[in-house]
Every structure is written in structure tokens, then in C-alpha cells.
């Protein structure tokens, strides 16, 4: 029955939009689906806040047409999907955007993926980093991240850099499990020994219990994903409590745990930790440079992450698709013209897979390091042109459609 | 091998010592006013921004705000007490429940707005990080330090309570409210005082979760579950009852996570339903 509602919503948006071509006036709407409120919040005054700091820089209009923003807050009901859903057939049949963009959460995005396939609206996921997202609708683009990419990355550069054995932790949900798959293929893959490994609860105020495991399995290495927020300082917390710290086990992780608040919260005991990741704000170019300078302005002094990136590069993605498509909102023309695209982000080089949809980028081995009395991660190694190995494996196995889509 | 498990049961035991202090104060208050207040994690929350913000920008050292956490804390309590809370003392719980969960949510965004939607994290002073180790045993010292304090909560709230003219008037009032009112105690008094010093410690309970469970905006609504687990279990208006409780469920919490990390998260609910149909109105309910 929803598929039936969702489908003849999608339809009648579809007839709307097919009599009256959108928008005559001259402007091109942008929906924004975020969780500008509840647990993940920061992830989407983030989003925003580049998103703003782009249209600053390059103006609100491209190609003739007028960018307008529709902003909708998917954080009140927690990471419920219905919500997503809910708000992007709103954004479709009674905001008529052209773009939706957005999705901080997994669940989000999957949820809407029905929603932008029937309606033919381009879906550019900013955050949302779970490997299959792009594989559910022909009209998402990602610029943020599968994170398979980093963590896989990050997984067959230990294992070919002399460590034999892992474990791993990770939170016990999509991504986490995501990243834990990614880490032990390319750990086993090149020859590395996964000891054990445990998921931990989404929601999980106290992790010396699972500090204790990881201490019993008297492993050589360890790999660690958690969603940001509160918890990568509380783990790394329960971890030193244990003495566990790089001096006494290489600690790996996602760049989660080595961001600037978690830093802030570890001190000195997340000195030497290695993270696989898309971006820091220390990334030396002039491009990044700039970008960090306005993101303070808008911040209050903070520093952006990959969040902020992944939005800056969204918004940019539909400015120069629009620019090819000549102010054209056709769905099927704006997919078109952002396959392939490559561009210098203030991460580095990136490009859209014209297979996937899926972003492909560099990625940057770093090690957190005192710089002039501040923590910070120090990039000493990096992988270029790093596509997501889950849809790579998936097109191998014959499971993926020439249009990117699960078989 | 037996050193590990003592560790972890300390550890437990800190992190129950933890939730006592943030749900002691609202064991207190529902139990003694029946007046269902969800927002005991928003008094929490002030505790804790208090303390960063005076870190952050006064300097100061983080034993000294801890104080001001508590009154900054219990000085808010009083203000919505006067303003909002004491209309709806004969309403509903319903009502009760709808004025409380919208301050949590009204805290919660002017947190975001005022402190911004990240993390606040502190560092603690040097002496509180790390470990000692005894042989093949290591306590983290902050969690000393957590359960040490805890120790000294309990103690003076019993004294309080037990050993002091105000605290025979509390525990008068919580018996019996209409008899106490017939014997000319002043209720209302006693009412806002006892609020005010259970918001104060949800504060300082706040400021000292910090370390352990991190602060941010939603922490006003992150807590809240765990709080009313420990209210629920322990049994309304009981010291007593809020401490073993929570000390369990601290001590549960970790060790089935250590022992069956695959269903860990599930446990402690599990452990609550139990209980709760052993015995629906807590382990040490003083009324039934």
C-alpha cells in the first residue's frame, strides 16, 4: 500500500511538473532533508553552514535561475525514516523542488529513495555513507563518502605495513557494519589476521566493558568505528582507562574518533592514532585554505569536517550541473550531467563514478600529532581515485546494473 | 583473571554511581510531589554547561564549579518551580508529563542556539586522568573519584534525611502530605526546597557525567531513560532504593555487555521488566 501512495504521489508530482514546466520565474528550488535538531544536530549545522558559505561565495543564481533553498528538519523523530519519507514526498508534491538534497543519516536516504525514483528528482546524498545507498535509485549522487572507501583504504594499508593481526569494534548498526566488513577483507586480503571483533550498541553511554574485550584479546592492533557526537571521546576514554593507547596497540579508526571535538576530549592519549580519511581541515591547498576560512566566520571559530566538505561539494556538483544543463531541472539531464563530473574540492581532487553515482577521491592516511600545542591529524600517506570496494565487488559479481543499481 | 572481573565490576559500579546522582534528585521530587518531572535531565544538562563554561571561559579549575553547577542548577529549578511547575501541582500526570517533555525540548534548542549544536569537551586536571594499579588490578581514577563522591552524596542525604529537623518535615510530607499540612508544616516550603536541591545534584551529576558520557544539547533527553529506569526500579521517594538500583544496573549494564556483548544492550531492559513485575512499585517503595 505506502508503494502504491508513494508511487501515485510520485506520479501525480510527475503530471504536475509535465504541465506546468517548473518553475517559469526563473528559479531552481533545492530541498534540503537534514537533522537540523536531535542527536545528530552538529552533523547538519555543518551541512548547512557550507551550503551557505557556497552560495556566499558564488551567488544565488546559476545559469539564469535563482537557487532556492527549502529547508526540512528530519531530527525530530530520532533516525526514524518515515520521517525522511514523509518530508521528501512533501518536498516533491507541495514545495515542487527540483533537487533534493541532503540525508545525514543512512536510514534517511533509503527511505526517499522510492520517493526521488518516481518523481525523477535528483537526490544528492551529502552525508548518508552506507555502500548500497547509491545502488537503490538511479537518481542518487553522492559526494560524501561510501565508507568502505576510507576504511578499506585504511585496512589494506595496515596489513600491507607489517600488522598481522586486528580486531575490530564497531558500532552495531549500517555503517558500522559497513566499515567492519570493508576493514577485514582488505585487512585478510592482504594477508593480515582478524583476532575477534565486537559490535557495540548505537546508543552507548559506557564502553569499558567492551575496552576490557579488547584488552583480553591481546591483540597487536585494533580498528574502530563510531558515529561522532559524544562517543569516540568516551571510548577513547574507556580505552586509556584500560591503558590501552597507541603507545601500547596501534589504534586505527575512522576519522570519527580524530576529529578536532574528540581530540579535544582524548588529549594526549590519541597521540599516534591512524585513521583512513576523506578530509581534514589541514589539508594543505589554497582552495581548502579559503574554505576553512569562511567556515570559522560562520562557525564561531570552529573548524569544518567531512560533513561541511561533503555539503561544499554537493551544492557545487548541482551548480555546475545546472550550468552544463543550461538552467535545465529535467531529472534525467541534471543525472546526466553531473556522471563523470570532476572537480578540485578543498579535500583534493574528486570526480562522480559515472557507473555508480558514487564519489570517487583520495584518500588520506593520517596520524594524530601535537602541532604547536594542538592535536591535530597529520596526513603522511595517501591513496588516489579510491572508488567504493562493496559496488567494485558488486559489478564483478555480475550485481549491478549498467545504470548502478542492485540486481 | 579474577583481577579483570574486579576491575570491571568497579567499573560498573562507577558508571551506576554515575546515574545515582543524576536520578536521585528526581526519585526524590516524584516521589514526594507526584508531579512527573521529565525534565530533571534539563537541570542535569545546566550543571554541565555550567561547569564547561566556566572552565572554558573563567579559567576556572574544575573542582570549583562543581559547587556552581549545583546552584546554578537548583537556582533554575526554583525559577520554573515558581513559574510554571507550581500550576500544574493538581493536574494530571498527563498534563504534568506535556509542561516537563516541552521543556525539555524548549532546553534543548536554546542549548543548541546559546552553545552551539557539538560537543563540549573538558579536560580534567592532571591528577583525575589515568590510573592506579594495584598489582593486577587498575581502577581508572576519575571513577574513584565518581564513586567516591557519590559515597558522599549518599551519606549526607541520609543524614540529612534521617538525623534533621527539615529532613523529619520531608520525610512527613512524603507519608503523609494532608496530615503534615494539618500539623502546620509549611508543604509548599518543603516542596521547593527539596526540588531545588534535587535539581542541584541532576546538576552536578551533569557536570560530572561529562567526562564519562560527554555533553551536548540532547544530553537533556539522552539520560532521561536511564534516570527513570532507576526511579522506576528503585521505588519512588527512596535513597536507598535509587543507590542499590542504580549501582545494579551500572553493574549489570557493563558485565553483560562484557559477557554477551551480542544482546549487552538488551539486558538491562530485560533486568527492569523483571523487576518491575516482581515488584511494580520498586524495590524499596516507601509507599505502595
Redesign the interface.
Known amino acids: 500500500m505506502q508503494r502504491v501512495i508513494v508511487g501515485l504521489t510520485g506520479l501525480a508530482a510527475a503530471a504536475v511538473l509535465a504541465v506546468a514546466p517548473a518553475h517559469a520565474d526563473g528559479t531552481v528550488k533545492i530541498g534540503l532533508i537534514m537533522t537540523y ?3 545528530f ?2 552533523v ?2 555543518m551541512m548547512d553552514n557550507a551550503i551557505k558559505l557556497y552560495m556566499k561565495q558564488h551567488g544565488d543564481t546559476v545559469a539564469g535561475k535563482k537557487i532556492e533553498l527549502v529547508r526540512k528538519d528530519s531530527g525530530t523523530g530520532g533516525t526514524a525514516p518515515d520521517v525522511a519519507k514523509r518530508l521528501a514526498q512533501e518536498l516533491v508534491v507541495r514545495d515542487k523542488v527540483d533537487i533534493i538534497a541532503g540525508f545525514s543519516l543512512t536510514p534517511e536516504a533509503l527511505a526517499a529513495a522510492d520517493v526521488g525514483t518516481e518523481a525523477k528528482k535528483p537526490m544528492v546524498i551529502t552525508n548518508a555513507a552506507t555502500a548500497i545507498i547509491t545502488t537503490r535509485s538511479p537518481y542518487f549522487v553522492r559526494t560524501s563518502t561510501a565508507l568502505p572507501q576510507p576504511i578499506g583504504t585504511l585496512g589494506g594499508w595496515a596489513a600491507k605495513n607489517g600488522i598481522k593481526q586486528a580486531y575490530t569494534m564497531v558500532s ?1 548498526y549500517g555503517p558500522g557494519i559497513d566499515s567492519e566488513g570493508a576493514f577485514q577483507n582488505a585487512f585478510k586480503l592482504n594477508g593480515g589476521q582478524i583476532v575477534g571483533s ?4 548505537v ?4 564502553f ?3 575496552a ?2 579488547l584488552k ?1 584479546a591481546n591483540s597487536e592492533a585494533v580498528f574502530i568505528f563510531v558515529p561522532g ?3 569516540p ?2 571510548l577513547g ?1 574507556a580505552l ?4 590501552i593507547t597507541p603507545k601500547t596497540m596501534k589504534v586505527m579508526s575512522s576519522g570519527e574518533l580524530t576529529n578536532d ?2 581530540l ?2 582524548l ?1 594526549d592519549a590519541a597521540l599516534g592514532i591512524i585513521s583512513g580519511w576523506t578530509y581534514d581541515h589541514r589539508h594543505k591547498s589554497a582552495l581548502n585554505a579559503e574554505f576553512v576560512k569562511g567556515m570559522n566566520e560562520l ?2 571559530g ?1 573548524n569544518p569536517d567531512q560533513f561541511a566538505v561533503s555539503a561544499y561539494d554537493g551544492i557545487h556538483l548541482i551548480y555546475e550541473a545546472l550550468k552544463k544543463t543550461n538552467g535545465n531541472t529535467d531529472g534525467d539531464a541534471l543525472i546526466n550531467a553531473m556522471k563523470g563530473m570532476a572537480w578540485e574540492s578543498p579535500r583534493g581532487p574528486i570526480s562522480i563514478d559515472p557507473e555508480t553515482r558514487d564519489i570517487v577521491q583520495t584518500i588520506y592516511l593520517r596520524r594524530v600529532e601535537n602541532i604547536n600545542g594542538q592535536l591535530g591529524n597529520v596526513e603522511f600517506d595517501k591513496v588516489e581515485k579510491v572508488k567504493d570496494p562493496v559496488k567494485e565487488k558488486m559489478k564483478a559479481d555480475g550485481k549491478l546494473t549498467a545504470d548502478g543499481l542492485a540486481k | 583473571m579474577i583481577a579483570r572481573h574486579i576491575s570491571l565490576l568497579f567499573d560498573g559500579f562507577a558508571y551506576g554511581m554515575l546515574l545515582f546522582v543524576l536520578s536521585v534528585g528526581l526519585s526524590v521530587t516524584l516521589g514526594m510531589m507526584n508531579f512527573v518531572n521529565l525534565a530533571h535531565g534539563t537541570f542535569a544538562m545546566i550543571g554541565g554547561y555550567t561547569t564547561v563554561m566556566l572552565m572554558r571561559s573563567a579559567g576556572w579549575p574544575f573542582f570549583a564549579t562543581l559547587p556552581v553547577a549545583f546552584i546554578g542548577a537548583a537556582a533554575a529549578s526554583v525559577v520554573l518551580e515558581r513559574v510554571l511547575y507550581r500550576r500544574l501541582y493538581r493536574a494530571s500526570d498527563l498534563d504534568q508529563s506535556l509542561l516537563t517533555i516541552g521543556i525539555v525540548f524548549v532546553s534543548i534548542a536554546a542549548a543548541a542556539y546559546v552553545f552551539g549544536t557539538g560537543q563540549q569537551p573538558v579536560q580534567l586536571p592532571g591528577y583525575l586522568r589515568g590510573r592506579i594499579e594495584f598489582g593486577d588490578f587498575s581502577f581508572g581514577l576519575y571513577r574513584m573519584f565518581l564513586v567516591a563522591s557519590a559515597l558522599v552524596i549518599t551519606g549526607l542525604l541520609v543524614l540529612g534525611l534521617e538525623y534533621t529537623r527539615f529532613g523529619a518535615r520531608v520525610r512527613a510530607c512524603v507519608d503523609n502530605q494532608r496530615m503534615a499540612r494539618g500539623l502546620g508544616l509549611n508543604v509548599d516550603a518543603v516542596f521547593s526546597i527539596t526540588f531545588a536541591l534535587g535539581s542541584g545534584l541532576a546538576g552536578l551529576g551533569g557536570a560530572l557525567g561529562i567526562e564519562i558520557v560527554g555533553l551536548d544539547p540532547n544530553f537533556a533527553f539522552k539520560y532521561l531513560v536511564y534516570m527513570l529506569i532507576v526511579v522506576a526500579v528503585g521505588g519512588l521517594a527512596s535513597i536507598r532504593g535509587a543507590f542499590v538500583t542504580a549501582a545494579m544496573l551500572g553493574v549489570i549494564d557493563i558485565v553483560s555487555k562484557y559477557y554477551v556483548p551480542e544482546i549487552g544492550a538488551f539486558v538491562l531492559y530485560f533486568v527492569m521488566v523483571s523487576f518491575l513485575v516482581w515488584r511494580p512499585a520498586g524495590l524499596f517503595a516507601r509507599r505502595t
Open positions: 535538531s536531535g542527536q544536530a552538529d547538519a549545522t552495531d565486537v559490535r557495540f550498541p546508543a552507548n553511554p559506557d569499558s566493558a567492551f576490557q574485550r583480553d557526537g559524544e562517543q571521546a568516551a576514554k586509556a582507562e584500560r591503558g571535538d574528540a579535544k576530549g588529549g562557525l564561531g570552529r
